[in-house]
């Protein structure tokens, strides 16, 4: 059986490899620079590993699983330790709901694509604004859901959703201050070890100036 | 028991509702437009249901959960009938997957308040890249899934998808003509009663231009 083998990445693969972290599944990783050679991700070797053309993708038991939240969910239901989404279905549904707020409301707004779209000059502002309107809207949440971590006080696919998100928030010099449960939520999942081997700023393909 | 009751809309319900409708789950539907009033969904009463200040949000089971996904994920882990993700795992990663591309991959770069920050002159170039990009890869991965619908041969959260997001291809007036997997689906599907009631262009608040 081959073993998992994501064409992961960078920026794009916090979530996933954490998961992958946590649950203890050894895997490789290819690197795609997003930049290099025009974006590796457009090569027809990566658009035939995934259609999307974006990071991460995971070849893992004879299929190739593109989206993080999918990539996670498959690895949730086929290797169910230690889980990443809780028991009762109230909590998972605010699981799914903040993976969701995240991964679809903040991160494909000031990704690399419609960034270059939006032109160099404005980057910075509009990533700045799609974070900062996520973020109030994820602080709230976060008051009514979190214990010590996004949903309870159990490590979930929020969490592995959110310290990504973190770190492009700081990439982008956006203001954490309006965000404490944010911020002490980010500060407790990196003292774990699965959140620190897949922080960006730790991948292998990382630039120099970026790593922590 | 307070029976499910959504704060949604129009524009943004498609999915859900379908859902809902699929499982014959009643509901009663507080319609939120978009544009009137400068938004009606930046009210303060809307907000305080959804910080999102998106639509749709659900009221079921005493909580309320924001994020299209989530919504018909909690709907399928408490209502199962008529299944919406099919048993095997790695079918249900493909449904999981198409459904993350097309909710987090295009629905986002092309909603109000992104056109609205693009410019009015922008818009249907913006709107039509977005799309186009997200089929391109989407007819590519339909080639290999799909059977009568998105995934195999029964209608799945991944069709739920699919129509709105075709629906609004049409109203940016994206040519569908390169894309004759996610036509003809989408065709398939619309002859069911759950989409049709679920249509953009059925719900109660849709404007008069719009309806069918």
């Given at each position: 059986?081959?073993?998992?083998?994501?064409?992961?990445?960078?920026?794009?693969?916090?979530?996933?490899?954490?998961?992958?972290?946590?649950?203890?599944?050894?895997?490789?990783?290819?690197?795609?620079?997003?930049?290099?050679?025009?974006?590796?991700?457009?090569?027809?070797?990566f658009?035939?590993?995934?259609?999307?053309?974006?990071?991460?993708?995971?070849?893992?038991?004879?299929?190739?699983?593109?989206?993080?939240?999918?990539?996670?969910?498959?690895?949730?239901?086929?290797?169910?330790?230690?889980?990443?989404?809780?028991?009762?279905?109230?909590?998972?549904?605010?699981?799914?709901?903040?993976?969701?707020?995240?991964?679809?409301?903040?991160?494909?707004?000031?990704?690399?694509?419609?960034?270059?779209?939006?032109?160099?000059?404005?980057?910075?502002?509009?990533?700045?604004?799609?974070?900062?309107?996520g973020?109030?809207?994820?602080?709230?949440?976060?008051?009514?859901?979190?214990?010590?971590?996004?949903?309870?006080d159990e490590?979930?696919?929020?969490?592995?959703?959110?310290?990504?998100?973190?770190?492009?928030?700081?990439?982008?010099?956006?203001?954490?201050?309006?965000?404490?449960?944010?911020?002490?939520?980010?500060?407790?999942?990196?003292a774990?070890?699965?959140?620190?081997?897949?922080?960006?700023?730790?991948?292998?393909?990382?630039?120099?100036?970026?790593?922590?």
């Amino acid at each position: 059986m081959p073993g998992p083998r994501p064409g992961g990445s960078t920026q794009g693969c916090g979530g996933p490899c954490a998961a992958l972290a946590l649950k203890s599944i050894d895997y490789e990783t290819i690197p795609i620079n997003l930049v290099k050679d025009g974006g590796q991700q457009f090569s027809e070797e990566f658009q035939a590993l995934n259609p999307m053309k974006q990071v991460p993708a995971l070849k893992i038991d004879g299929i190739t699983i593109g989206q993080s939240l999918a990539i996670i969910e498959y690895l949730e239901e086929t290797r169910p330790t230690p889980q990443l989404l809780p028991q009762d279905p109230k909590k998972r549904a605010y699981v799914r709901m903040i993976s969701d707020l995240i991964t679809g409301g903040i991160q494909p707004l000031q990704n690399l694509s419609v960034l270059k779209q939006v032109g160099q000059e404005n980057q910075l502002t509009w990533a700045q604004k799609a974070i900062t309107s996520g973020f109030n809207a994820l602080e709230q949440i976060l008051q009514s859901t979190a214990g010590r971590y996004c949903v309870g006080d159990e490590v979930s696919m929020a969490d592995l959703c959110l310290v990504p998100q973190v770190a492009n928030a700081e990439r982008f010099k956006v203001d954490l201050m309006p965000y404490p449960t944010i911020s002490r939520i980010n500060k407790t999942l990196l003292a774990l070890e699965a959140f620190q081997v897949s922080h960006p700023c730790r991948q292998p393909d990382t630039p120099p100036e970026l790593r922590a």
